[in-house]
C-alpha cells in the first residue's frame, strides 16, 4: 500500500515549567483525540497480474503526548524555546489496526503581552 496520512489532533496538555530565571526547563503531558485520514493505492497479485486499487478511509481515536523542553527568556516580553514531543494514537481504519507513534522536534518564539 502506497498513499498519505493525514491527522488532526486535538490535546490538552498539563506543563510544569520551573518558576524562575532566563533558562527554564520544562516537561508536561498531553491526553485528546485524533481524526486520521489515509488516501493510497494498494496493490495486490493476482494471478500474475498486479492490480492497483485506489484506497480512503477516516478514523479516529484516543491521543497521547509527552513533553521536554527548555525556555530561554530573552526580555520581559520574549522568549525562546525548543521542545521535544513524542505522540502517539491507535486508530481503527476497517479491518486495520493503526499504531502511530511520532517524535517531533520545535523551535519556538514567544511574545508576552
Not at 498519505?4 to 485528546?32: C, D, H, K, S, T
Request: hydrophobic share 45%.
Amino acid at each position: 500500500m502506497n498513499g498519505q496520512v493525514n491527522l488532526n489532533n486535538l490535546l490538552f496538555n498539563l506543563i510544569f515549567i520551573y518558576p524562575e530565571g532566563v533558562i527554564r526547563p520544562y516537561i508536561g503531558a498531553g491526553l485528546g483525540w485524533s481524526w486520521f485520514r489515509v488516501n493510497g493505492t494498494a496493490s495486490a497479485n493476482v494471478g500474475g497480474t498486479t492490480y492497483l486499487l485506489p484506497y480512503s478511509a477516516r478514523a479516529d481515536g484516543f491521543a497521547w503526548q509527552f513533553i521536554a523542553g527548555v525556555e530561554l527568556k530573552a526580555d520581559d516580553n520574549f522568549s525562546f524555546d525548543f521542545s521535544y514531543r513524542y505522540f502517539g494514537t491507535d486508530p481503527k481504519i476497517n479491518e486495520f489496526d493503526i499504531e502511530y507513534r511520532a517524535g517531533l522536534l520545535a523551535l519556538g518564539l514567544n511574545i508576552y503581552f
